[in-house]
């Protein structure tokens, strides 16, 4: 596997691309998403509000090629061996959706989840009394997993290409569209099959309420602007898009998941272009219609948290370091900060096996354990949503210093 990576050579950058709502070439730069490189990938990528249509997007993003390659490669989700390996944040999104679909779930006979995984929203769907479930993945090893975990079959399938979307009373599309290079395309294709009555289901981070109105706890700043996530979608952008495809908005909710953020859950079905957009279910928190406005706004916000974290970087003596952690909050931190980026740093740590013998910004990454061997040598716990797990798991494995960066 390793030499598959080395093998790369040069670094794997994005490519320029269009508004993924409106296909409009225009674009204008809200945040320069510098990040440096992992394991022979730079996810750098401006985040852009569209001219035409104000929608929030990633104005680089990586070839179907390369992304599949970092996917089948180095991707942290193909680890899933046995129930206790599923996610939290799956199992929660799994109960909300199956909450979402309460009022209709006496009419579903058969549900279809693509990209479904390891099957844990179909075994929730299935628990709540769906008679027939299946799954469609890209990935080889969903089906064995599906399978083995739950009984539930699984195709190995694109989305994109797949022709039997019409037998099914429902589709789900979760935490999909937004890595999808263009996600219209897949709309279309499911739009054309869908059969008359049949809905669709879609969950996305909801990128209207990326700013959060109305909660004042600390954020992860520019956490939504993950190295898989390149279409930041408000429920105006995927109505617009959904309205292109025949389809309409049914009802819609945002919740705020685990950690805060916000998630966009959708229903949709058949119908005439033009019709209205529903106001949100009343559980829903508060969302912006227009993304490229609550993005500008979260950019703000982010920069505030940024430079909060550049206080305590601050504080830290100016020795060689240690940094915990080697995804996206380290990749931004080591390109965005001025004092990590004129810091020494000796090592990166991080659990995903795929990235040992790997490099981030040039440092070496290497597994958890290792940090014993720097006896005395300060760590900095780079990452917001898991620093209490790691500040404690760290104390058993290891004496030294660690730093959090946020309370
Ligand atoms: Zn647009």
């Known amino acids: 596997m390793n030499s598959q990576i080395a093998d790369l050579g040069a670094v794997v950058r994005g490519a320029p691309r269009v508004c993924p709502a409106c296909g409009n070439y225009a674009g204008v730069m809200v945040f320069d998403n510098r990040m440096v490189e992992c394991a022979g990938y730079d ?7 569209c001219a035409s249509c104000d929608c929030a997007y990633a104005g680089r993003a990586l070839l179907p090629k390369d992304l599949h390659r970092y996917y089948s490669v ?5 680890t899933v061996r046995s129930r206790e390996d599923i996610s939290a944040l799956d199992r929660e999104r799994a109960a909300l959706a199956t909450d979402f679909l309460a009022p209709i779930l006496h009419d579903l006979g058969s549900v279809l989840d693509v990209g479904c995984s390891s099957g844990v929203l179909l075994h929730a769907l299935r628990a709540a009394g769906v008679r027939h479930v299946q799954g ?10 599906a399978r083995a975990l739950f009984d539930i079959p699984v195709a190995q399938a694109q989305a994109e290409n797949y022709d039997d979307y019409g037998s099914h009373d429902l589709v789900c599309v979760m935490a999909v569209l937004e ?15 869908l059969k008359p009555g049949a809905r ?3 969950e996305i981070p909801d990128a209207g309420a990326f700013d959060r109105p109305g909660d004042d706890r600390p954020i992860e700043p520019f956490g939504e602007f993950s190295n898989e996530h390149i279409n930041f979608l408000s429920i105006g952008d995927l109505s617009r898009m959904a309205s292109s495809a025949g389809l309409e908005v049914e009802r819609w909710r945002t919740l705020r998941i ?4 916000p998630d966009l859950f959708v229903l949709l079905h058949k119908a005439p272009k033009g019709s209205q957009l529903p106001a949100a279910d009343s559980v829903s928190m508060q969302s912006r219609l227009r993304s490229g406005d609550a993005v500008a706004r979260y950019v703000t916000r982010s920069l ?5 974290v550049e206080q305590r970087l601050q504080a830290v003596p100016a020795v060689p370091l240690l940094i915990y952690g080697a995804g996206n909050h380290t990749a931004r931190l080591m390109a965005q ?8 740093v000796l090592a990166v740590f991080d659990r995903n096996p795929h990235l040992h013998g790997q490099s981030i910004g040039g440092v070496q990454i290497l597994p958890p354990e290792q940090i014993r061997e720097f006896v005395g040598v300060p760590v900095i716990i780079s990452t917001f949503n898991a620093r209490r797990e790691i500040h404690a798991g760290l104390s058993a494995i290891a004496q030294q210093p660690r730093i959090l960066l946020y309370d």
Not at 43 to 49: A, D, E, M, Y
Not at 258 to 261: I, M, N, R, T, V
């Open 179 to 193: 890595h999808l290079l263009e996600p219209c395309a897949l709309l279309d294709v499911i739009g054309r099959q």
């Open 200 to 202: 669709v289901l879609i």
């Open 304 to 308: 505030t948290a940024l430079s909060a």
């Open 74 to 78: 180095l991707s942290k989700y193909d």
């Open 337 to 344: 900060s001025a004092v990590l980026g004129s810091a020494k």
């Open 136 to 145: 469609i993945d890209p990935a080889a090893d969903a089906s064995v997993a």
């Open 258 to 261: 685990a950690y805060g953020a």
């Open 43 to 49: 996810f750098s990528s401006p985040v852009l509000r």
